[in-house]
């Protein structure tokens, strides 16, 4: 079941199509479910139903949908486009959907975050190897990508007939 998202960087400006390219060379030994352009872009590249090899931690990615994220801006902070930031977060909603997720949780705990505790459903791949993955920017907007996809998921009830006094 998946239950999990695990958001990594390109650490590179790549389009989908050569990100894809990457992962498709079975020397790379490495694989997302999806990846997004600096334009927005989507690409798919391993089915949702199926693993894909991303966090180097095959528990982590046989729950989670991975999804790789070009950058624009490069070494340290590697930004990320807000065409692409925009698109990650309605993807993450539609995954989230689909997958009967009801709420996305960032944890600043990594103990929460792979051990699934308190609602902790991100994942970073840092968590499981050695890597900078994802990078600071990335890293700095999780709780902003899982408030956003939340506003999504369960948009605000107006309330009828209410109406609001001037102070």
């Known amino acids: 079941k998946i239950d999990t998202i695990t958001i990594h960087c390109m650490a590179g400006n790549l389009s989908v199509e050569t990100c894809g390219q990457l992962f498709y060379r079975p020397s790379r030994q490495a694989s ?30 046989h729950r989670a949908i991975t999804i790789e994220v070009a950058n624009d801006g490069g070494a340290p902070e590697w930004h990320v486009s807000d065409k692409a930031m925009e698109s990650l977060i309605n993807l993450c909603a539609d995954i989230c959907r689909r997958n009967d997720i009801k709420e996305l949780v960032f944890s600043d705990n990594k103990d929460d975050r792979i051990n699934h505790r308190n609602g902790a459903n991100m994942t970073w791949h840092r968590d499981f190897a050695n890597t900078a993955c994802p990078a600071p920017y990335l890293m700095s907007k999780h709780p902003y990508i899982a408030a956003e996809v939340n506003k999504i998921l369960n948009p605000p009830t107006a309330l009828k007939g209410v109406c609001q006094m001037p102070n």
Do not use: F
């Open 32 to 61: 997302s479910n999806y990846g997004i352009g600096t334009d927005g872009r989507i690409g798919l590249y391993v089915e949702e139903s199926n693993r894909a090899w991303t966090s180097a931690n095959p528990a982590n990615d």
